[in-house]
C-alpha cells in the first residue's frame, strides 16, 4: 500500500476531518486527502466527486494501488449535486475561489445544510464567503491559518459542535477579512498570517505615496492597518 505525505494545508484538512464516518472531496483532483485519511483509518468511506471526468480518473488512478475498493464512490457531477441530503458526514471543498464555493452551497442550500461538518478552504473572497455563511446560517467554528510555498491558506469549518479553546476575533474586529474565530492551538499561526497582511498594506501605502488620485485606496490601507494592530494588541493583552 503507498501511503501519501500530504502538504502542510491538506494535512491541516486531514486533522479537521477528524472524527468523520463517510466523507465527500468536492472537486477532487488526485484523491490524495481522502486516500490518505482511508489509509490511516480516519473515515471509513469517502465519495470523491468532480464536475470534470479528468480529475476523477486522475483520482482513480492513485487509488489503484490500494485496496479500498469497497469504500471508495467516484461520482461526476457539479457540487455537490451528486450527494443525498446528509449522506455524509463532512463536506471538504479546497483550493476554489470563495464565490465559487458559494455556488456550490447555495445551488441546493438546504442539502448544503443538512451535513455536519463543512471544512472550506477558499483561495479568494474569504470575507465575502464568511459573510454569506453567516447570512445563511451556517455556524463558523473556527478559521484556521497554514503557511505553505510563501502563501497563507485559510480554512473555515462549518460546525455545530462548539470548542471553548477559541478566541473570538469578530468581537475585536467586523472586518471578516481577519477571520471569525479561531483556535488557541493556531493563534501563533494567526498572528503571522497578520504581520503578513499587515506588510502587504504597508507596501501598498507606500506605493500610492505620490499619488494624490488614489486617496480612498490609501485611507482602506491605513484602516486596514489599525484593525491589525488591535486585534494584535487583544491577542497580546490575552497573552498569546
Not at 485519511?37 to 468532480?50: G, M, Q, T
Not at 476575533?169 to 497582511?197: C, Q
Request: with cysteine; hydrophobic share 35%; net charge negative.
Amino acid at each position: 500500500m503507498i501511503k501519501y505525505k500530504l502538504s502542510k494545508r491538506l494535512d491541516m484538512l486531514a486533522k479537521l476531518s477528524y472524527p468523520s464516518r463517510k466523507l465527500a472531496d468536492i472537486g477532487t483532483d488526485h484523491g490524495y486527502l481522502p486516500l490518505y485519511l482511508l489509509e490511516n483509518s480516519h473515515i471509513e468511506h469517502c465519495i470523491l466527486c468532480d464536475i470534470n471526468i479528468g480529475p476523477l480518473e486522475n483520482a482513480k488512478r492513485s487509488f489503484r494501488e490500494a485496496d479500498f475498493t469497497n469504500q471508495t464512490e467516484f461520482r461526476l457531477g457539479s457540487g455537490i449535486e451528486p450527494l443525498e441530503p446528509a449522506e455524509v458526514d463532512t463536506i471538504v471543498i479546497a483550493g476554489m475561489g470563495g464565490g465559487l464555493i458559494i455556488d456550490i452551497l447555495s445551488h441546493d442550500l438546504q442539502k448544503s445544510l443538512s451535513f455536519e461538518k463543512l471544512l472550506l478552504q477558499p483561495m479568494t473572497e474569504q470575507n465575502v464567503l464568511r459573510q454569506w455563511l453567516m447570512d445563511q446560517g451556517f455556524k463558523i467554528k473556527s478559521d484556521y491559518y497554514v503557511h505553505e510555498s510563501s502563501k497563507y491558506y485559510e480554512i473555515i469549518e462549518i460546525s455545530s459542535r462548539d470548542d471553548d479553546a477559541t478566541i473570538d476575533i469578530h468581537v475585536h474586529s467586523a472586518d471578516l477579512e481577519f477571520g471569525y474565530r479561531i483556535t488557541r492551538d493556531n493563534v501563533s499561526e494567526y498572528i503571522k498570517f497578520l504581520l503578513y497582511r499587515r506588510h502587504k498594506y504597508e507596501t501598498i501605502i507606500k506605493q500610492l505615496a505620490n499619488s494624490a488620485s488614489q486617496t480612498s485606496k490609501h485611507d482602506a490601507c491605513v484602516n486596514k492597518l489599525i484593525t491589525i494592530d488591535s486585534i494584535l494588541l487583544k491577542l497580546k493583552e490575552e497573552d498569546l
